[in-house]
């Protein structure tokens, strides 16, 4: 019965980080294809501020207008896109139990980490600490369902 729980977390956790991989390929593509994130902003800001010129959400939306120049866009552009494909590939891979994403998804994981920490050492983001616990909960139960289908191969149907 254990093990099926840890099956199901293991399941769920990938089912969310596969929902959080098209998130960001999505976010990527539109910093690609939207000619620019500033004029999204502008847009839909626009009506909130005449009504209210002091709305404190608009405003601040307004003051990220001068982190989106377009060598800014291109690389958060490339990086959601990367970053998407690749932990698309790996949720993939995972869910239909090919033994060899495994500890390729555990060293994948870790260098992700590796740059959150990175990142969060410049931006102090609550959201990169939370992420990075996230993936290490992801990492363990990965190597948690590698070990067990090594033990047991009669139940990674789909092995290779």
Do not use: C
């Amino acid at each position: 019965m254990r093990e099926k729980n840890i099956h199901r977390v293991f399941v769920i956790s990938l089912l969310i980080k596969g929902l959080d991989s098209l998130l960001e390929i999505a976010g990527g593509i539109m910093f690609l294809f939207t000619g620019s994130v500033t004029s999204l902003i502008i847009s839909l800001t626009r009506g909130e501020l005449l009504e209210n010129p002091t709305d404190m959400v608009a405003n601040g939306m307004r003051n990220l207008i001068p982190y989106f120049s377009g060598h800014t866009q291109l690389f958060w552009a490339a990086y959601l896109l990367i970053h998407g494909v690749v932990k698309i590939f790996l949720v993939a891979g995972l869910l239909k139990k090919k033994l060899w994403v495994y500890p390729t998804a555990i060293v994948v994981l870790f260098l992700f980490i590796a740059y959150q920490i990175y990142r969060y050492s410049y931006t102090h983001s609550a959201f990169l600490i939370l992420l990075s616990l996230f993936d290490l909960l992801i990492i363990w139960l990965t190597w948690h369902e590698y070990n067990f289908y090594k033990k047991h191969p009669r139940f990674a149907e789909h092995a290779s």
